[in-house]
């Protein structure tokens, strides 16, 4: 029987079903991990997620240097869903990228969506390597939901297939100190939320031809963060805690994100 007061002291993401009773065979890297580097050994609790069955508590049944298996006893935490946003950023310099995206995993993006802007200086991107370092930050922030990495697209091929129920705030540093907030709009003065996407330009800026093409988008709404000019993963955090709190999970009458 599991301890009431049991509390595993490592979370792992693992790409199998879980539930109770169910067996969780490791790869090799996880195995490493978990009994070379972390020092865990057969009987020890694991606190295993998915992105889509929730949260489990494990114990270890086999350890071994290249592989283990552990078994599930029971759900510590139901899938924490994210508000349904979208983060859309042009990559920068490797580890400020990397920090964009492990921010935007911690503070509840739905979906991450490099662009190449006219003036993006990163020509390509490892979606794998970003997706390990999402999954990463997923397991030490204590998430149970994961957020995809998509494949970098220009910004323009991305535009024209917006969905038109999607909802776009785009932060235009040319703002910087205009006061332009996020309007906040809705029955009883309030957004419910919904489709959203934030678009962070580059180091330079959104080119002429693409702040006028997002300025005529249906949906879209251009805001300053603040009166100063803030570099791309600076602004991705500002942004993200703008939304939340006035129309993502952070309200106090939020109500949404535990998926039965």
């Avoid at 249906?218 to 009166?227: K, N």
């Avoid at 000019?229 to 993200?240: F, I, R, S």
Wanted: charged share 20%; glycine share 10%.
């Amino acid at each position: 029987m599991v301890g009431l007061m049991e509390k595993a002291i490592v979370r792992l993401y693992v790409d199998q079903p879980l539930g109770a009773g169910q067996s969780v065979p490791l790869t090799r890297d996880q195995a490493h991990y978990l009994f070379g580097v972390m020092r865990q050994a057969a009987g020890a609790a694991v606190a295993l997620f998915n992105g889509r069955d929730g949260e489990y508590l494990a114990h270890v049944q086999e350890a071994g240097k290249r592989g283990g298996v552990l078994v599930c006893a029971t759900q510590t935490r139901p899938l924490q869903a994210p508000p349904d946003l979208w983060l859309l950023f042009a990559p920068i310099k490797k580890a400020r990228t990397d920090f964009i995206v492990e921010k935007a995993a911690e503070m509840g993006a739905a979906r991450i969506c490099p662009v190449q802007t006219a003036l993006t200086n990163a020509a390509r991107i490892r979606r794998d390597r970003l997706q390990a370092h999402v999954i990463r930050a997923v397991e030490q922030c204590g998430g149970t939901f994961v957020p995809e990495v998509a494949e970098m697209r220009r910004l323009s091929a991305r535009l024209s297939d917006w969905p038109p129920d999607r909802r776009l705030m785009f932060c235009d540093e040319a703002l910087a100190g205009a006061g332009r907030a996020l309007p906040v709009t809705g029955g009883g003065g309030k957004d419910d939320g919904g489709k959203w996407a934030i678009l962070i330009g580059p180091e330079g800026g959104f080119s002429a031809s693409e702040r006028d093409r997002l300025c005529a988008m249906p949906g879209a709404c251009a805001v300053s963060l603040g009166p100063r000019v803030l570099h791309a993963d600076t602004a991705v955090v500002a942004a993200m805690t703008v939304w939340q709190q006035a129309l993502g999970d952070w309200r106090a009458d939020d109500r949404s994100g535990v998926v039965p």
